[in-house]
């Protein structure tokens, strides 16, 4: 089956910095997600991105599907951004391991 | 427009017992998915239904069962509960003709 990765697991910024999450996958998929999840355990849609880019605020995202990963790009990062990114593929959503992101102030 | 529910919101069980969570899908969609997610993992696809049918399976046991209903709520039924079932159990809901899936606030299962 389809394997998800991404990288880094663990991310630890100083409120304000700028940071990029990746996601690669190794088959093509016709789904891709980004989420975040939050202390309570939400998963919380950012993004619904098969391929492209789209922006929503402080929160941007790419896929190359063809070269097959994606990237999230956090800028001018707060504390409330803290938490667990994921990123899933297919209609039957396969994780990633995710990234632990910690902001401080 | 309600998003995707769950309830219960915390269960805890004793093992060998037998649990019924469930879902109510967000207004227009009817395809719903259960996930479980351990502790420091990513969630893991159980099955997903869509117009009252199975339609896909993950790894687990049949133990692990479900239905949906005609109003596209659902339920995830796990029996002969063992510790390793303690989780957090996520449904998310699909609307028709989409693929984007929508998350509920998730059920902690903890068993004892």
């Known amino acids: 089956g389809i394997q998800v990765e991404q990288s880094p697991p663990d991310l630890i910024l100083q409120e304000g910095a700028n940071s990029t999450l990746r996601c690669n996958f190794s088959?093509?998929?016709?789904?891709l997600q980004w989420f975040h999840q939050n202390p309570w355990g939400q998963l919380i849609n950012l993004f619904y991105?098969?391929?492209g880019t789209k922006q929503n605020g402080r929160l941007s995202a790419t896929t190359v599907a063809t070269e097959r990963y994606s990237l999230l790009y956090i800028s001018s990062s707060q504390t409330t951004d803290s938490g667990v990114y994921f990123c899933?593929?297919?209609?039957?959503?396969?994780f990633g391991t995710g990234t632990r992101l910690q902001v401080f102030p | 427009e309600t998003g995707v529910t769950q309830s219960p919101t915390h269960l805890i069980k004793t093992r060998g017992q037998q649990v019924t969570l469930r879902c109510s899908s967000q207004?227009?969609?009817?395809?719903v998915s259960w996930y479980q997610q351990a502790l420091g993992q990513g969630p893991q696809f159980i099955f997903q239904?869509?117009?009252?049918?199975?339609?896909g399976r993950g790894n687990f046991p049949p133990r692990f069962s479900g239905l949906q209903f005609p109003n596209y709520s659902s339920e995830l039924n796990v029996n002969a509960l063992e510790l390793d079932d303690s989780a957090l159990y996520l449904c998310?809901?699909?609307?028709?003709?989409?693929?984007?899936?929508?998350f509920g606030p998730g059920t902690r299962l903890t068993v004892l």
């Open positions: 998310a809901s699909t609307s028709t003709g989409g693929n984007e899936q929508f």
């Open positions: 088959d093509s998929v016709n789904n």
């Open positions: 991105i098969p391929s």
């Open positions: 899933a593929c297919t209609d039957k959503l396969i």
């Open positions: 207004s227009g969609h009817n395809t």
């Open positions: 239904y869509y117009r009252e049918e199975e339609n």
